[in-house]
């Protein structure tokens, strides 16, 4: 609204006040810009943007620049492709794959796993056991963290449980990446049993047929009923793959 009675205002002023605005002199107009123009740049919160990061300033001194040399259009462009990219990187740094221990355990851990039988730092592991745990996003920028982790164990174990409940999102890399940490613990003998998963990304499980792959049984409410399955496994003469 106010820019659609902006435009009729101006409309108004060039059609019947162009006269009197011919009479006002170049330098009185040219203050007046400059103090739209000095409004506009709200150089206080430039000046507080020049604080951030310095992946941040570099997104936004290149976006100035190319704004005040080049064009908005192609400031715009370059500046959304830019700030993408740094929102993937940073990502990438706070998704984490690692080992779930009791000293990994944080608080939040504890007030939600003790609804269950036991907390995660009481949780007892069988032998043979490994247990991961993904924290953030699993997409394209960390998908090829998964590959590592069984060269890194002295020994393939008999049953290996991925617990995903921080996992909000999947990508497509991030989905053929557990395809293939599938396709590598069946090579080793590795029973594959994922924990936690969320609603979103079950249903990308669903979609890509993932889920019947692994096996319904395979992928379990939480890190409890994931070892209690584990548990079942070991028991059996050979753990399928």
């Known amino acids: 609204m106010a820019g659609m009675v902006h435009a009729v205002t101006l409309f108004l002023v060039l059609l019947l006040l162009a006269p009197l605005a011919g009479r006002i002199p170049l330098a009185v107009l040219a203050a007046i810009l400059i103090v739209v ?22 997104v936004l001194l290149t976006t100035f620049a190319l704004t005040v040399f080049a064009d908005i259009t192609v400031a715009v462009g370059v500046g959304m492709v830019l700030a993408s ?20 355990a944080n608080e ?6 003790r609804r269950n039988a036991e907390a995660v ?14 924290n953030g996003p699993f997409f394209f920028g960390v998908a090829h963290r998964l590959q590592d982790i ?3 164990l002295e020994s393939p174990p008999k049953v290996f449980i991925l617990r995903m409940r921080r996992v909000p999102a999947i990508d497509a890399t991030g989905l053929q990446a557990l395809e293939e940490f599938r396709d590598r613990c069946a090579w080793h003998g590795t029973a594959l049993l ?3 998963v969320q609603p979103m990304v079950l249903n990308a499980f669903r979609r890509a047929g993932f889920d ?7 992928i379990c409410e939480n890190i409890n009923q994931a070892l209690e399955r584990a548990r079942s496994l070991l028991a059996q003469p050979k753990a399928p793959s």
């Open 37 to 58: 123009a000095w409004n506009m740049s709200e150089i206080g919160r430039f000046r507080m943007l020049l604080k951030a990061p310095r992946s941040d300033i570099a």
């Open 85 to 104: 990219l740094l929102f993937m990187r940073r990502m990438a740094e706070v998704t984490g794959i690692s080992a779930l221990t009791p000293e990994s």
């Open 108 to 113: 939040e851990d504890e007030l939600e796993e």
């Open 121 to 134: 730092s009481k949780l007892r592991v069988p032998p043979g056991v490994e247990v991961f745990q993904i």
């Open 150 to 152: 069984l060269g890194r």
């Open 194 to 196: 994922l924990s936690g």
């Open 212 to 218: 019947a792959r692994l096996g319904q049984d395979n």
